[in-house]
């Protein structure tokens, strides 16, 4: 199946500072899907970004599907963006039907 | 409108015994997922389900049953649980091939098997 990578593992913040989160995947996608889940294990849509570059507020995500990465970017970070991000790509393949989930970033933004 | 509901949102099992988990969905989706979450891992999708009365195996499916008699349920069973399934289970539903592609998720069920 495919395979998802996510960097870094950890990521320690200060309130207003930005950040990058990569996402790479072993093959061909035709779906790609970003996650927040909270601190209280609930799993927030953040993007549906097969392609492309999308923004909503201080979030923005890019997909480049045929380099086989995907950027999260957190803007003018807040104490509420802590939690795990995923990121969850889903094979081209014939037959695929799923989401594959990376193992996620853990944010921690200190105020 | 609810999107994606699991029940119940707590269990504690003994080694052994049964229980089915609930997922409902009223956004009259096609496809609906069990996944399982264990402590700093993503999601494993344990099986899912490409319509009324389908089902098909992920990638854990071990000691877990499915069911889809309807379309918007789709019914996660233990028949002998184990403390390796303790976890936080989550559904999923999307809409399906000529409709919103994106997957949303239930609220999840904490499950501890002793």
């Known amino acids: 199946g495919i395979q998802v990578e996510q960097s870094p593992p950890d990521l320690i913040l200060q309130e207003g500072a930005n950040s990058t989160l990569r996402c790479n995947f072993s093959d061909s996608v035709n779906n790609l899907q970003w996650f927040h889940q909270n601190p209280w294990g609930q799993l927030i849509n953040l993007f549906y970004?097969?392609?492309g570059t999308k923004q909503n507020g201080r979030l923005s995500a890019t997909t480049v599907a045929t380099e086989r990465y995907s950027l999260l970017y957190i803007s003018s970070s807040q104490t509420t963006d802590s939690g795990v991000y995923f990121c969850?790509?889903?094979?081209?393949?014939?037959?695929?039907?799923?989401?594959?989930f990376g193992k996620g970033t853990k944010l921690s933004v200190i105020p | 409108n609810a999107g994606v509901t699991q029940t119940p949102k707590f269990r504690v099992l003994k080694t052994g015994q049964s229980m089915t988990l609930l997922c409902a969905q009223d956004m009259n989706h096609e496809y609906m997922y069990w996944y399982r979450q264990d402590p700093g891992m993503g999601l494993r999708l344990i099986h899912y389900?490409?319509?009324?009365?389908?089902?098909a195996k992920g990638e854990v499916p071990d000691g877990y049953n499915v069911s889809r008699l309807k379309k918007q349920n789709f019914l996660l069973g233990l028949e002998s649980a184990a403390p390796s399934q303790t976890s936080v289970y989550f559904c999923?539903?999307?809409?399906?091939?000529?409709?919103?592609?994106?997957?949303?998720f239930g609220p999840g069920t904490r499950l501890t098997v002793t």
């Open positions: 970004i097969p392609s």
């Open positions: 969850a790509p889903r094979y081209s393949g014939a037959g695929s039907y799923q989401l594959t």
């Open positions: 999923a539903s999307r809409g399906g091939l000529l409709s919103n592609d994106e997957q949303y």
């Open positions: 389900s490409v319509g009324e009365g389908t089902t």
